[in-house]
């Protein structure tokens, strides 16, 4: 069965930084496009970055020049780099695995990590 295990999420500052990471049970993240989505109270749970299998990267636009996402070598581990936070940051971050077989998408999901962005 696999498994995305998310950590790092927290209470921080406007203006601070936190480092999410998940860390994926077998070779899930090999050959599928990896990244996060977030989700605040009553609203849809949207993209905030994703990764392709050969690297490329897309943003939100209200995260681009801030966030950074990225995977380890072994790719086990996904990361979210989040620099200076704001309030309309605050939500639960999952984070997600997808590949296409022919036109059906397959997504695996982690159980989220809350982030809250207050002074």
């Known amino acids: 069965q696999v498994q995305l295990v998310e950590s790092g999420g927290g209470l921080v500052q406007p203006g601070g930084s936190l480092n999410l990471s998940c860390a994926a049970s077998g070779t899930i993240f090999s050959g599928n496009t990896v990244g996060w989505y977030r989700q605040a109270p009553g609203q849809q749970r949207d993209l905030v970055a994703e990764?392709?299998?050969?690297?490329?990267?897309n943003y939100a636009d209200s995260v681009k020049g801030r966030f950074t996402v990225s995977r380890d070598k072994a790719e086990t581990t996904v990361y979210l780099q989040m620099n200076n936070l704001k309030p309309e940051d605050t939500a639960a971050y999952y984070c997600?695995?997808?590949?296409?077989?022919?036109?059906?998408?397959?997504?695996?999901w982690g159980q989220g990590t809350q982030v809250t962005v207050s002074s």
């Open positions: 990764m392709s299998p050969g690297g490329a990267t």
């Open positions: 997600n695995a997808y590949r296409y077989f022919g036109y059906r998408r397959i997504d695996y």
